[in-house]
Structure formats: structure tokens, C-alpha cells
């Protein structure tokens, strides 16, 4: 572990793992770029000079856009190109049909608002191109006119170029020749090149199952985007999956940059580079897209921080889901009935092993009708949920956006007389054949549709549905068994556009709405939890995402790790994968390091397929049952972190799962790393700063070394982590539990307390406080001082990591002193309050010997929860 001494992690985790055989898809069910034709057609334009030159007799500058009109020397069409630049260091490049023939898909609803402008100004102009201001004399934008390019510069260095390559092409809509009549199926392909001089390093594009920094691609395909139910995907490959979202982030030791291509088109992405050779660095980026506009959007950081706030400043941020939501869930397809649902929750109990959610999977429905229950087998689902509330434990169902193609079905009736459904080419309502069989499925990109599919989790509209209950959104590409590539034609209609402008945002409209559902059946008072399978940028603002049908095989383990990177660079933290994997049967040892790793990513679920055999974690024997419950329960103790995390990732952009890359930008050997990963802002300010504490999976150590264990996790040296040690069989059984703080010496850490499943957090009805260890005093800063809550918990506890043993304790308040024995010895120091108990706001000083140490203290905790 070559890293470790000089990296600075608040939590790490390096995972071992071996190689396995692959698990192949079948690749026949999917198309190549040579099989897509108008990938093929622009794959085979070749860099060289530029048919596109700069009309600059057409410029037009106001305050806050240049517009400037491009032409075609081949073929005379004309384009329109528009530059703004942006708040926060962003420029964004549009490109379009002057005199289109018909509108062209722009994508809606995905920006959080329409991003605010500030003034361009005109540096100077010739008759061979324009030099704009970005802002400061240092960085400017340079249009060259013949051929057209578009550089983007600070000082004497190009941050980025536009069609440096000559790649630029808009195939424009066209009239038939045999008929003279427009034809609305003609080719409509766009693409355009970056160029990104000094850069080795692209990250991002997910979603694929490949490594982190993503590889070159002319000796094969490029990377595609195209959201697709691929079953038994392969790995290490370029091929889409079921998410796609168009955002690439390039690094090198000097700057962080990222490139968000705002197009829901089918899309591929060719990454070139001239790596190797004796010339300065540099990457080159293609992207290709079928139909729609050049809409991109130029973030130019200079940090990958800034970056990240960048982009969360057009699409949003992580929305912060309720603390329930980050325990352990457990999930297979399917639990049989309610007994079956009743018995594995009693099988936790039995074996002390805390989950939050049991899940259940398309057979709970009667006949894969949603919103419905098996009359036979959950014909009480309020008295099951019941049961659960009062453990105080959650339930999610599945909801899938195939509706079943049956006259009895009240939701497919309501769907079909409101005219809600996609269309086929011809105007009638489309069907394909999913789960169901037969189903047809409902418009989503309607705004219309999506408010009555909202008011479908209204309690009273879906029978048996309670406040405990969550949903899942499978199948939401969508998935479409008989359709190309098993989802939907590309010739269906929503309204004015083609299925072709607009796949890749249907997952997004379907977790929106669903999200949207939750919320209101509370009256907007309590914060959904939503999983989707589909996605798109800015589907970070409705819940959860996971990795979808992954395989029991240890390189599917390992591939989750740079799957959840990938996904957290472009805004989306809460991702996870199938713990044990999806299809096939693991090993008990796959299955438990799976927990062990499981527990460190953002969302922790145990699922598998209807025909693997059962794997509740106490199917595995004493030893293993062992090993599980303390990976699980490790995941609780750290909750209070989690939460926390969360809430900075909600509150910034910033990934919550993070590259040792964004915390180590200048060290070239973090930039390829992806079996290591951060949980959390660190903030080092000591490089030389040790690992001192793991986190309960190994024995501790004060010194930094190279340690050989399956899972190490560290606790950064100089960091405080706020945990809560009494594990309870559920997260809301923690609620008024003490916290223990652990402080890793000479630096700092946060608490962040709310009530935990409300949107009351945005009405300041919590608690924020940052914790500092400077100078021999552990201190407390009020974060929020206009806010305001009550917690029932309090410090109970903070154990010093790296300290020799103190004499005595003194604590010290409002004048008054008092005295206790130690109660650990060595290397931690565990301080104890019995009595003399104090608001969360309260000053307590701790003496130790010859430091100070001050922090904050709440009164007890009531009831007890077992």
C-alpha cells in the first residue's frame, strides 16, 4: 500500500480482491457504434480542416450573450451559435439550425433554473476571429472565423478548444427529394470535438462498468450512452447500461475541468490521447449524439471542488434523504407472503443484526398490476406494515412504469381514458411486452402525467400504502422485453417529439414523479426515499441509484467501487450495489467481504434473484453470522457521519464517496487509483498526518504502516468523528441516543443533527457545529447560529485516539468543578457524563493533565428503544 503514508483520508477503504472469470451479456441484443448508423456515419468523418467558418459580419453582442451566425462551405446551411458566460465560472456554448425546417429537442426540466448570466465584453476583433472577456484580462474566449474554432484561454495557456479537430458537425432537417415533402425521420446526428491540452486524466460519462479514469477509445468502441436493461452486463467494456448521464471531468496537477453535454439522445463519446509520445500531454473528446442541439456547458473549476459546485449550480445537489434511509436494507426477489416478510424481520431480531428496510420485489402485486396486492399472499399489507411501524422499522415496493394492458385494472383504465400513454407511430396508444405481459407505457415527459401519476401514493389511492412504506422504480429505461435493444422504439411519440429526442431523461420523469408522490401523500412535510434504475443528470435530486443486475463473482464486487465514484464526480452520492450480487450464488467468503465493503458505500442493500437460493445474513454459519452483524452494525455506529456527510453533499454538490484524486489533486499517483476510496470532505493541513484509528475492522494502530487485512478502514489523523456506539435493531430506535465523538488528534470534524426524516431542516431547525482540536483545546463552533432544535441525545462519550493516559478528568462549567478516575487506559481516554447535564449549546471544558479539551454536551436520553 504504497499510498498510505502520505495520504490524508477521514475514511478509506482499500479493498483486495481477486479475479474471476468474466460474466458475459449477450452482446448480440445491443448495438455497436458500426451498427448505429449514425455513429457509423460520424465515426467515419476523420479529423482535418473544418468545413464550418464564422460569419463575423453577423455577430451580435449584448450584455450577457454573443450570438454569430456559422455556415457550412459544403452545403451553405447556416447555424446559429450563442455564448454566455455564467456565475461561478462556467461558459455555455449553444449551436442550433439557424432556420430549422422544425423545432429541435432542448432539453427541459433537467437545469434547477435558467442559469444567471454575467457580462461579456469585447476584448478585440479582426477579420480573422473575436477575443471576449471572461471576466478578467487573464481568461478570455478567442473565436477564430476560418475554419471556425472556439478557444478557451487563461494567460498563455488554452484551458479547452472547440472543433480544434474539424469534427463539428449538424446534420441539418431536409426536405425529400423524391416528394418535396419534409421528411421528419432524416438524419439529424450532431457532434462535436474538445480538445484538452495537458490533460491525461477524463473521469466520468457514467454509467458503465468500467474503471474510473476512463480509456481511450480508437481501437475500439466508444463509450455509449443510452439508457438500456442490459442483463448480465459485462464489465471493463464501453457499452451503455441502464443510466447515462453526459457530464466528463478532466485533471491533471494544475486544473480541474468538466464538460456537460446537455442532450437525452442516444450519445457516444470517443476519447483520444496522445499518452506516450515525446509531446505535451493532451486528450482529445468527441461527442456524438443522434438528434437535438449542441447545448454544453463549459465548467472551467480551477479545483475539482469548484467543479462539483459548478455543475450542482445548474442541475442541483443530493437531495438529503431521511436518515432511515442510509441504515441497511433487505431486499430479494421476491419474500414470498406476509409471513414470509414477518419471519425474516424476526430473523434479524433473533440474530441482533439492525436493517431499517425489507423490500419486496414485483411479486407482491396481484398480477404485476402496481400500486396493487396479492390478494392471497399480502392480503392484510397495512397489518404488516403496522407490525413493522412498531418496531419501528420501514418498508419499500416496488413500482415499475409498465402498466399491464388489462380492462379490470383501474390505474391502466385511468391511464387510457386520460390519454396519458405514449403513442405508437400511427397515434394509437403503444404496447410492448415487460413483466406483465402485454403493457403500454404512461407518457412521463407530460407534466400533466406526472401530477396524476404523483396523486396515485396518496394513502387513499393506493390501498394499504402507509407512512413506513417507500418505492422503488425498476425497469424505468425503459425496459421493453420485444423492443430494439429491449426498450422502447425509437419512432414512439411524446406529444411533439420522438422517442429517438428524448430516452435517456425517461428514468429521470419517472423518479420525479414518483418522488413528487411521496412528499405530497404527507402533505410536503416528510422526504421521500425513491431507488431508480434509469437516470440522467440531475436525477441526484430525486433519491437513490444502484449499480442495477450485477453477478455473485468478486470482479463485480470490485467494479462497484469505481461504479460509485464515477456516479458521485457527476453529483449522484447515493448510489450502491447488490450486496452478495444479483444473479448467481456467492461464496460465504464473497458474501461477507461484500457486507464489509457494502457497509462503506452511500446506499447498503443485500439483493438477489428469485432463483438464487436464500441468503438472509444468518444462513452462513456462527463464524459468519458473526462477521456480518459486526459489518452491519459498524455501518450504525457511523451513522451519525453518514447523516452528516449527506447533509454537506445536499447543501455543496461536493461527492460524499470520493477519488483520493479530489483530495489529492497534485499527486499524479491518486489520479488512476479506484479500489481506495474517501467518505467525506477532508480538509488536510498536515500531509505528514498519520493513520491512527480503524474503525472497528482491525485491531488499532498510532502509527501508519502497512497493515494486510481484507478491509482496512482508517479514521484520518487530526479528524473527529461523531458516532453513536449503542446499536439498536433500527436507526429511528438510535434517534435519542448519546453520540461518542472520536478524535483522532490535531484537527476537526462536524455534528450535525436534525430530526431526521423532515423537511423542517429547511425551516434551520437543526443543529450544526463544527468540533477543532488546535493548540491542545477540542472546541466547539456554532455553524448555524440562526438555527434552531432540541435533541434529546448527548455526548456521552469521547474517546482521545493517539493521547497517553491522563491522571484525572476535570470537568468544568459555569464556575463549577468536577473530578472522575479515568475510565480506559493506553491510547484512549473515555470520558463519561453522569450528571450536572447541560443543553446542546452548553460550554463544558475538559482537563487533561496538561491539555484543555472543551466540547458540547446535551441533557439524557428518555425512553428507551431496544
Known amino acids: 500500500m504504497p499510498l498510505l503514508p502520505r495520504m490524508v483520508p477521514v475514511l478509506v477503504l482499500w479493498l483486495a480482491v481477486c479475479l474471476a472469470e468474466t460474466w458475459a451479456v449477450d452482446r448480440g441484443n445491443f448495438k455497436t457504434c458500426d451498427q448505429s448508423a449514425f455513429c457509423k456515419r460520424q465515426r467515419a468523418l476523420k479529423p482535418g480542416e473544418s468545413p464550418y467558418r464564422a460569419l463575423l459580419e453577423t455577430m451580435e453582442l449584448t450584455n450577457t450573450r454573443l450570438t454569430l451566425q456559422l455556415i457550412n462551405d459544403n452545403n451553405k446551411v447556416r447555424l446559429l451559435l450563442e455564448l454566455y458566460r455564467l456565475q461561478g465560472n462556467i461558459t455555455r456554448v449553444k449551436i442550433n439550425e439557424l432556420k430549422p425546417l422544425k423545432p429541435r429537442y432542448e432539453v427541459p426540466d433537467v437545469l434547477i ?24 484580462e487573464s481568461q478570455r474566449v478567442i473565436i477564430s472565423a476560418r475554419p471556425f474554432r472556439l478557444d478557451i484561454m487563461e494567460g498563455s495557456d488554452v484551458l479547452m478548444s472547440l472543433n480544434s479537430r474539424g469534427l463539428l458537425t449538424f446534420e441539418h432537417l431536409r426536405m425529400r427529394k423524391d416528394t418535396g415533402c419534409f421528411c421528419p425521420l432524416g438524419p439529424s446526428a450532431i457532434s462535436l470535438d474538445f480538445s484538452l491540452p495537458g490533460v491525461e486524466h477524463v473521469y466520468g460519462i457514467p454509467e458503465h462498468a468500467d474503471t474510473l479514469r476512463l480509456k481511450t477509445t480508437e481501437n475500439g468502441d466508444p463509450y455509449r450512452l443510452y439508457n438500456l436493461d442490459v442483463f448480465q452486463y459485462e464489465l471493463y467494456n464501453p457499452m451503455a447500461l441502464y443510466g447515462a448521464v453526459p457530464v466528463m471531468l478532466a485533471h491533471n496537477t494544475q486544473r480541474t475541468t468538466g464538460i456537460f453535454w446537455l442532450n437525452a439522445a442516444e450519445t457516444w463519446v470517443d476519447i483520444s490521447s496522445n499518452t506516450g509520445s515525446s509531446e505535451t500531454p493532451q486528450t482529445d473528446v468527441r461527442w456524438i449524439s443522434e438528434s437535438g442541439i449542441i447545448d454544453v456547458f463549459l465548467m472551467l473549476g480551477p479545483t475539482p471542488k469548484d467543479v462539483f459546485s459548478q455543475y450542482a449550480s445548474l442541475t442541483g445537489t443530493q437531495s438529503f434523504p431521511p436518515l ?19 419471519s425474516v424481520d424476526a430473523g434479524f431480531d433473533e440474530h441482533d443484526i439492525p436493517y431499517d428496510f425489507i423490500w419486496l420485489d414485483i411479486e407482491h402485486t396481484d398480477g404485476k398490476r402496481y400500486f396493487t396486492w396479492d390478494p392471497h399472499k399480502f392480503a392484510t399489507p397495512k397489518e404488516m406494515l403496522q407490525g413493522l411501524m412498531d418496531k419501528k422499522r420501514k418498508l419499500v415496493a416496488i413500482v415499475d412504469p409498465h402498466i399491464k394492458v388489462d380492462s379490470n385494472y383501474k390505474i391502466h383504465n385511468e391511464i387510457r381514458s386520460k390519454g396519458f400513454y405514449i403513442k405508437n407511430k400511427d397515434g394509437g396508444d403503444y404496447e410492448g411486452w415487460c413483466w406483465p405481459g402485454s403493457a403500454s407505457y404512461p407518457d412521463f415527459f407530460r407534466a400533466d402525467m406526472r401530477a396524476w401519476w404523483a396523486s ?48 435517456n431523461l425517461y428514468g429521470f420523469y419517472v423518479q420525479m414523479a414518483t418522488a413528487e408522490g411521496l412528499i405530497q401523500r404527507s402533505g410536503g412535510i416528510e422526504r421521500p426515499f425513491v431507488l431508480t434504475r434509469a ?36 453529483g449522484i452520492s447515493f448510489c450502491g450495489a447488490d450486496v452478495g450480487g444479483f444473479f448467481k450464488s456467492p461464496s460465504t467468503e464473497l458474501l461477507v467481504r461484500w457486507y464489509q465493503t457494502g457497509a462503506y458505500q452511500p446506499f447498503f442493500r443485500a439483493h438477489a434473484h428469485l432463483d438464487t437460493p436464500r441468503r438472509e445474513p444468518w444462513l452462513f454459519g456462527p463464524e459468519n453470522t458473526a462477521l456480518i452483524r459486526e459489518a452491519v452494525r459498524q455501518r450504525y455506529t457511523l451513522l451519525p457521519y453518514w447523516y452528516q456527510q449527506f447533509y454537506h453533499a445536499h447543501r455543496t454538490g461536493e461527492p460524499i464517496m470520493r477519488p483520493l484524486w479530489v483530495e489529492y489533486p497534485q499527486d499524479p499517483a491518486t489520479f488512476a487509483v479506484d479500489d481506495e476510496f474517501l467518505i467525506g470532505e477532508t480538509t488536510p493541513k498536515n500531509e505528514s498526518a498519520k493513520y491512527v484509528a480503524p474503525l472497528g475492522l482491525t485491531e488499532l494502530y498510532t502509527q501508519c504502516q502497512v497493515i494486510f487485512f481484507a478491509i482496512p478502514v482508517f479514521q484520518r489523523g487530526g479528524s473527529i468523528i461523531p458516532r453513536k456506539v449503542r446499536v439498536r435493531r ?9 453520540y461518542t465523538l472520536y478524535v483522532a488528534l490535531n484537527l476537526q470534524g462536524e455534528l450535525y443533527i436534525d430530526d431526521g426524516h423532515t423537511f423542517n431542516y429547511e425551516k434551520k431547525e437543526f443543529i450544526h457545529r463544527r468540533l477543532s482540536f488546535a493548540k491542545n483545546i477540542l472546541s466547539s463552533v456554532n455553524l448555524a447560529p440562526d438555527a434552531q432544535f432540541t435533541t434529546r441525545s448527548w455526548i456521552e462519550r469521547v474517546v482521545i485516539l493517539g493521547a497517553s493516559k491522563p491522571s484525572k478528568v476535570t470537568l468544568q462549567t459555569a464556575g463549577e468543578c468536577f473530578t472522575f478516575l479515568t475510565c480506559e487506559v493506553v491510547i484512549r481516554v473515555c470520558i463519561l457524563y453522569a450528571d450536572k447535564l447541560h443543553t446542546l449549546r452548553s460550554f463544558i471544558a475538559i482537563r487533561f493533565k496538561n491539555f484543555m479539551v472543551k466540547t458540547l454536551h446535551t441533557r439524557t436520553v428518555g425512553e428507551n428503544c431496544q
Open 113 to 136: 433554473r435558467e442559469p444567471p448570466t454575467e457580462p461579456l465584453s469585447l476584448l478585440s476583433q479582426d477579420e480573422n476571429g473575436v477575443v471576449l472577456s471572461l471576466g478578467s
Open 730 to 738: 433500527s436507526s429511528t430506535c438510535m434517534e435519542h441516543d448519546p
Open 324 to 342: 432511515a434511509s442510509l441504515g441497511y436494507h433487505q431486499c430479494r426477489w421476491n419474500y414470498n407472503d406476509q409471513e414470509d416478510v414477518q
Open 535 to 570: 437516470f440522467f443528470a440531475g436525477s441526484q435530486r430525486y433519491g437513490a441509484v444502484w449499480t442495477g443486475d450485477n453477478a455473485a463473482e468478486w470482479d463485480h464486487l470490485k467494479i462497484s467501487i469505481p461504479m460509485c465514484l464515477s456516479l458521485g464526480l457527476v
Open 456 to 503: 396515485m401514493f396518496a394513502y387513499d389511492q393506493y390501498e394499504g400504502s402507509m407512512e413506513n412504506m417507500y418505492t422503488w422504480n425498476d425497469m424505468n429505461e425503459p425496459s421493453v422485453f420485444n423492443g430494439p435493444e429491449v426498450t422502447m422504439h425509437k419512432d414512439t411519440v411524446h406529444g411533439a417529439w420522438e422517442h429517438r429526442d428524448v430516452h
